[in-house]
């Protein structure tokens, strides 16, 4: 047994303990990011870094062992600086929108990218109700802030939000009072990343989950605006910017919960961000990878479907080898790493 | 083609788990193909359990990798520290222009060349320094390039075996000894060899020639030394194959003709003198009682690099006949494990491979683990790019690094040795391996040692190109199949390390100096070097210094008697401005300090570090940002990429030394860069995170001022090359020499006229200012104060 005191506190643990569990025999919480509960510890994030008096070193909590009268302090300025730079170091290599310009640009903050995944999925009813809680007016008072900043534009024109919602307003479709889907998507999180301008060799990313056969729909009937085709058509157009996991990503915890900013540090040349899709099992967005390496401890044995880093340095990056078939074995690694990836950085696709 | 099932095959009798052999094979596949063809990657993964991306993990992370063909030869351009401030950019660059690649290529159209840059390639003392295969080019300049690409073109190329092949026997008690270091064989050593074989054979003389490993004096190679009856009589630098005719005549020829010599060589005394007739810079002949000679040997005291330049490092009689082996007979038959370990307690030897922990506690603590199996490894993964110390014990001393790990793996009760080397180290891996197998045939490899219960086992680990490696965590990880990223410590290697059993892991100068202690005793040992750091430490003394080398120092030298006693100052009549130790974890240690003694403490609190052992001195004409720079670039690469505060605020850093050196930075660009520094140390997993930023903290904290004339816009040392231009001068003859090199075709001239650079076109490539005969061309500072 090794004792050892953690903020003031005596505690006895075994040997190969953690620094993070002996302080949760305590009942003391220690952040943590990259650390999963039954994987082993990368200790990348270093948001779980903790003080030890006598030797002066700072320490991550997730992987340092307990030794033999250790005197462990886990809150202090120093710590709290060393942590929020933590996060603002990894927000500073992190490529992605948590929130589409769009719906973060909206004053009534719609949310306009389900929506439109709604109506493209001719869910008009569901997507009908998104609205029922804005007043009828907002967007003819607010000058198509939306469409101003709409990514799509980069690529053509900006998806018809206005119309699309004047369309959702005049459809007969009742909307759905209470549903899931509306409440679902309430998140108190407030950080956002967002990434800045989009580059040239990005658009075909962004372009392999949108319609790119025609620029805009112009609908047929000037008065009465979009039929359902067209409007499904011009859904269709929308990019899915907004982050798939925005509601439950660790990250973005952690950036509210240390009021981090994103563009503290700003780096020379980020990376380009990618998109890949093995459908129907996943989307793997490497540009919001932090390292935790978790979805390689999933899949290291298997041959068919494993992640692995490549490079090393600021170049490391995170790459997915799968074979062709799809099996139901893999379905559920799939699954797995998609419920483990603490970010957004690998989702279901749908 | 191969059969390749059965290389795999092989690979896999040889460990019981698949991932241990993913480096070793990959290494065999690169070998034959210079790349890794994705068939062949595909295959391994279909006949092992190895995966597909543990694969692409693992070549991924190391440099000696490659996904795509190379060309048919490639080209190292070195530029470790030592070349980097001899300008090994600008040569590199050349070489881009002379290949004519583009940014993202490396290889040439017609497949010829491959073009890479390395870090180091042990002959610092010829900065800059090149590498094309097997023929290393010292001192290369932008305008030679084409000469050595032809050269190369034409050369056959020499191996180690025919080097190794003659030896001729000795008729007199006459021995004439040449240096076959690699500083030697990269300023023509084996050329030097090859016509003294010519010139024995014509003249028919018959002296026994020894192959001696490093002799130290690199600034001196090719080095000669002649024996007679047991004494040194000549000793001859800087020799060309066309000196050494007069050289053998002189010293064994028949009086006739060694008359002729002698009135010939009349005027040149007989110690010690450079052959070169031609240079009146070399005609100086140097005496080994002369002051500067004296002063390069005098304060040197040789422990791990004892006999240097007399042994030869693959002899094994004539190493025994050193006291090679004495310790460790000692040990083995007559001193009781825990004796051996009291004795280097004692010593107060400390680890040589950077951190300085106390080797005798260590191992203590290694002999208390039980186990089935412990290990020893030798930490010979020497990263650091401007320092070859380890290369040298290698390639020299090979007996004395092995006698060493066998004592500590007696003491420590292991049996089983593994010696971790670069790859690009070929000379020393051959060494090492030739030497292992001697060992094996005298039955103290592999048999009972000395008719002991004592079996040693010893094998070679070829590192893959990661200076990460050289952490043993890293190193570890690397051996086990992985990616090598560091993990937090404890558990310490001792304790868990190599498939998870106890593992001891000191470096080979750590090892070269066990022995010595053994024979001497811990107490003559312990009397060399200061309070709290015992006896020597070797240096790889490089940059902008008189004479450069190979040195072992007595700890408790000053910096300034480094530098000036035996480096012999700074070359060129320049100014003496830093002395860079410790390579990327250490620091910039200014003149003004050069009275800091060389000890773990001094180093520490200077805010350098002892490291491994780099010593590159820094001219006025060296910037100290480009420094900074240059070293944050190297452990940036290098970062294992595991944990954030290296990973991405290494980066930021860099971002804004860019920034400085670019005259864009602002005053509290230095605030930030001061504190970002500080958290990266404390926030890194390990110590290579923890260290990167001391060039930058030393550098600004003694520096300040050139840190804010950059701010301001100005390079003082007009390094920077966003901050400055290239002008000539109204002493311009108009020889048009500028213009006929200038690759950019930058320079407007008339014959006979001051010439002009066009700035636009101007791509500060600073051949104008090498060419030029009468010294117009000159940098200036595009701002003014
Ligand atoms: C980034 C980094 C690089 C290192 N490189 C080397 C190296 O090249 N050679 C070496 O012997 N030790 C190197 N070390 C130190 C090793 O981790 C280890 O401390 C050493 O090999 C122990 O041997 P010693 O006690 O004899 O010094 C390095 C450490 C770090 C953090
Ligand atoms: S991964 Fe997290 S932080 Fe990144 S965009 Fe998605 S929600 Fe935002
Ligand atoms: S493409 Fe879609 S999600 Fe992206 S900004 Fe435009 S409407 Fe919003
Ligand atoms: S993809 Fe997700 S799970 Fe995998 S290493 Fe990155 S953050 Fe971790
Ligand atoms: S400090 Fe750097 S090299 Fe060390 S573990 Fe962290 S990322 Fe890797
Ligand atoms: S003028 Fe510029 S480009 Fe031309 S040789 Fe001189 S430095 Fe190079
Ligand atoms: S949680 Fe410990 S380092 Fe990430
Ligand atoms: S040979 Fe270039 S730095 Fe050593
Ligand atoms: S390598 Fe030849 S003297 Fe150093």
Redesign the interface.
């Known amino acids: 047994m090794i004792e050892l005191t953690i903020n003031n506190k005596q505690v006895r643990v075994e040997e190969n303990t953690t620094i993070l569990n002996a302080a949760e025999i305590l009942g003391i919480k220690i952040p943590t990011l990259c650390f999963m509960k039954c994987f082993s510890a990368s200790s990348s994030c270093m948001v779980c870094v903790v003080f030890e008096k006598n030797s002066g070193k700072i320490v991550p909590a997730c992987s340092a062992l307990c030794i033999e009268g250790m005197n462990i302090e886990t809150e202090n300025d120093e710590l709290h600086l060393l942590r929020k730079n933590a996060v603002q170091l990894l927000l500073s290599e992190h490529n992605g929108d948590c929130i589409a310009p769009c719906q973060n640009a909206c004053p009534a903050h719609i949310n306009i990218p389900l929506m439109n995944r709604l109506i493209s999925d001719e869910q008009f009813s569901t997507a009908k109700s998104f609205l029922s809680e804005i007043k009828n007016d907002v967007c003819s008072t607010c000058n198509l802030q939306c469409e101003k900043v709409c990514r799509r534009k980069n690529i053509d024109e900006p998806v018809a939000i206005k119309k699309l919602i004047e369309f959702l307003r005049n459809t007969n479709e009742k909307s759905t009072s209470e549903n899931a889907v509306l409440n679902s998507v309430k998140s108190n999180l407030k950080f956002n990343s967002s990434y800045g301008r989009m580059r040239e060799n990005e658009k075909s990313e962004y372009l392999k989950e949108a319609e790119n056969k025609y620029a805009r729909m112009f609908p047929a009937d000037t008065t009465n605006g979009y039929s359902k085709e067209e409007a499904v058509q011009e859904a269709l157009r929308c990019m899915h910017c907004d982050c798939r996991k925005n509601d439950a990503c660790d990250l973005r915890i952690m950036a509210d919960q240390f009021q981090a900013k994103q563009r503290t540090f700003v780096i020379e040349n980020r990376q380009n961000i990618t998109k890949i899709f093995h459908a129907p099992l996943l989307v793997l967005e490497p540009q919001k990878c932090i390292k935790c390496g978790v979805c390689i401890q999933i899949t290291n044995s298997s041959k068919d479907f494993s992640f692995s880093f490549r490079e090393k340095s600021f170049q490391v990056q995170i790459e997915l080898f799968h074979k062709e078939e799809i099996s139901d074995s893999l379905i559920s690694l799939a699954k797995k790493c998609i419920e483990h990836c603490p970010t957004g950085a690998i989702s279901a696709i749908k | 083609m191969k059969n390749y099932t059965q290389l795999i095959n092989e690979f896999k009798k040889k460990s019981e788990n698949d991932k241990g052999y993913i480096i070793p094979i990959l290494q065999a596949i690169q070998n034959e193909f210079n790349y890794l063809p994705d068939e062949l990657l595909h295959e391994i993964?279909a006949q092992t359990?190895i995966?597909?991306?543990?694969l692409?993990?693992v070549a991924?992370?190391y440099s000696q990798f490659r996904f795509t063909p190379s060309g048919k030869h490639l080209i190292k351009v070195c530029v470790g520290t030592a070349c980097h401030v001899k300008g090994a950019m600008h040569v590199y660059d050349a070489f881009t222009r002379h290949l004519n690649l583009n940014e993202t290529e490396d290889t040439d159209k017609e497949k010829l060349f491959t073009l890479k840059q390395v870090a180091c390639l042990g002959c610092c003392t010829l900065a800059p320094a090149v590498q094309i295969d097997d023929i290393t080019y010292g001192h290369v300049g932008q305008k030679d390039i084409p000469e050595i690409i032809n050269d190369f073109l034409n050369k056959s190329i020499t191996s180690e075996k025919n080097i190794q092949k003659h030896h001729l026997k000795n008729i007199s008690d006459a021995e004439i000894r040449i240096g076959l270091g690699s500083c030697c064989v990269a300023s023509g050593s084996e050329e030097v060899n090859k016509a003294l074989e010519k010139a024995m054979d014509t003249a028919g003389i018959n002296v026994k020639v020894k192959q001696v490993g490093c002799v130290g004096m690199c600034h001196n190679v090719p080095l000669l030394e002649i024996e007679k009856s047991g004494k040194i009589i000549a000793s001859y630098a800087k020799v060309k194959p066309e000196n050494i005719k007069p050289i053998l005549l002189k010293h064994f020829a028949s009086s006739s003709v060694f008359k002729r010599i002698v009135t010939s060589l009349q005027n040149k005394a007989e110690q010690f003198y450079y052959p070169d007739l031609q240079s009146t810079a070399l005609k100086k002949f140097l005496d080994y009682r002369e002051k500067h000679v004296n002063d390069f040997l005098q304060k040197q005291v040789h422990i791990a690099t004892e006999h240097k330049g007399i042994l030869n490092p693959l002899d094994i009689d004539e190493y025994i006949s050193k006291e090679g082996f004495a310790a460790l007979k000692n040990c083995v038959t007559e001193t009781s494990r825990e004796e051996i370990i009291t004795t280097i307690i004692k010593s107060g030897l400390r680890g040589r491979g950077g951190a300085g922990f106390p080797t005798g506690e260590k191992w203590a603590l290694f002999s208390k683990q039980q186990a089935d199996e412990k290990y020893i490894i030798c930490n010979a993964d020497e990263g650091d790019p401007g320092a070859f110390m380890d290369r040298m014990l290698l390639e020299s001393f090979p007996y004395r690094i092995i006698e060493g790990m066998m004592i500590a793996a007696y003491a420590g009760g292991a049996t089983k040795g593994i010696l971790y080397v670069r790859a690009e180290y070929q000379l020393a891996v051959l060494r090492m391996k030739t030497a292992i197998a001697e060992m094996v045939k005298k039955g103290m490899i592999n048999s009972p040692l000395f008719n002991s219960q004592f079996i040693f086992n010893l094998e070679i680990f070829e590192g893959a190109g990661?200076f990460?490696c050289g952490e043993e965590t890293a190193l570890i990880a690397s051996m086990e199949g992985k990616?090598g990223m560091p993990?937090?410590r404890?558990?310490y290697p001792v304790q868990h390390g190599l498939n998870g059993k106890p593992t001891l892991v000191n470096n080979v100068e750590t090892f070269a100096s066990v022995p010595w202690i053994i024979r001497n005793g811990s107490t003559i040992y312990a009397n060399i070097g200061t309070t709290f750091s015992k006896g020597t430490k070797v240096f790889a003394l490089a940059g902008k210094i008189a004479r450069g080398g190979l040195i072992e120092v007595p700890m408790g030298i000053t910096i300034k008697e480094i530098v000036e006693d035996i480096g012999g100052g700074i070359s060129g009549g320049k100014v003496f401005k830093a002395v860079q130790i410790g390579g990327p974890s250490g620091g910039c240690i200014p003149a003004s300090l050069s009275e800091t003694t060389i000890d773990y403490q001094s180093l520490t609190e200077a805010g350098a570090m002892m490291g491994s052992g780099g010593l590159v001195v820094l001219d006025e004409s060296d910037c100290v940002i480009d420094i900074a720079k240059y070293f944050l670039n190297f452990t940036?690469?290098?970062?294992?990429?595991?944990?954030?505060?290296c990973?991405?605020?290494t980066?930021?850093m860099?971002?804004l030394l860019?920034k400085l050196s670019s005259g864009k930075a602002k005053m509290e660009d230095l605030q930030e860069l001061e504190k970002?520094s500080l958290?990266v140390k404390?926030?890194s997993?390990c110590g290579l995170g923890k260290s990167a930023p001391n060039p930058v903290l030393t550098t600004l904290k003694y520096f300040r001022d050139e840190y804010e004339a950059h701010i301001s816009g100005i390079c003082p040392a007009k390094k920077c090359k966003d901050l400055i231009q290239y002008e000539i001068s109204t002493i311009c003859i108009g020889c048009t020499k500028c213009a006929q090199n200038c690759p950019a075709e930058a320079i407007d001239f008339a014959p006979y006229e001051k010439h002009f650079i066009k700035q636009e076109l101007c791509i500060k490539c600073d051949i104008c200012l090498q060419v030029c005969p009468t010294g117009a061309v000159s940098k200036q500072n595009i701002k003014h104060d």
């Open positions: 993964t359990t995966t597909y991306s543990e692409i993990g991924s992370f990661a990460i990616r993990h937090i404890p558990p940036q690469a290098q970062s294992c990429g595991k944990c954030v505060y990973r991405v605020g980066k930021y860099l971002s860019n970002i958290q404390k926030g997993l």
